[in-house]
């Protein structure tokens, strides 16, 4: 199972962009925002369930990422894992076509993803482990306060990819 291979490159960008945006200063996404702020406060009353204080943290920074895009006027693409994962290879080069900025080769990344993405079944094991986790219930109720925080303090950034 080539789990480090997948997980090192996704997870490296991933958390690298998740730290380090609010570092960056760019507007909107400096924790002192108020929109950043108000959301960073909520995630701190999650429920002492670890579970719950993981998935807090986890939104929170998504939600700078999503915000970060907004502002910047999107940039750089954002797309959906599981599309990534579940899409059948025609499936895939759509979507990776109307993501991707101009100029990008959509059917040699369709290509490579391809060839080196998860198999669903992956996908699959992770979510029944999520959902038998210690915490679960707590978890999915405080995403629910998560998201209608979010989308109260700031409606211009579409957060419907964490529901």
């Not at 807090?56 to 895009?69: D, E, K």
């Not at 490579?112 to 669903?120: A, E, I, V």
């Not at 979510?127 to 679960?136: F, H, I, L, M």
Request: proline residues 7%; glycine residues 6%; aromatic residues 12%.
């Amino acid at each position: 199972d080539n789990d480090f291979r997948y997980a090192a490159l996704c997870r490296t960008c991933f958390y690298f962009t998740m730290y380090f945006a609010p570092q960056m200063g760019a507007r909107g996404t400096v924790i002192s925002d108020p929109c950043v702020l108000t959301l960073a406060r909520v995630a701190a009353l999650a429920p002492d369930a670890p579970l719950a204080k993981q998935v807090a943290a986890h939104m929170l920074f998504w939600y700078v990422i999503l915000r970060l895009a907004r502002l910047g006027g999107y940039r750089f693409p954002i797309v959906d894992y599981e599309g990534l994962v579940r899409s059948s290879p025609d499936e895939l080069l759509g979507l990776l076509s109307r993501t991707l900025p101009p100029g990008i080769d959509a059917p040699a990344v369709a290509r490579f993803t391809l060839d080196t993405r998860k198999d669903p079944a992956w996908l699959d094991r992770k979510e029944r482990q999520y959902s038998a986790a210690e915490g679960y219930r707590e978890a999915e109720m405080f995403v629910g306060v998560m998201l209608a925080t979010m989308r109260r303090v700031d409606p211009e950034t579409s957060v419907d990819m964490l529901q």
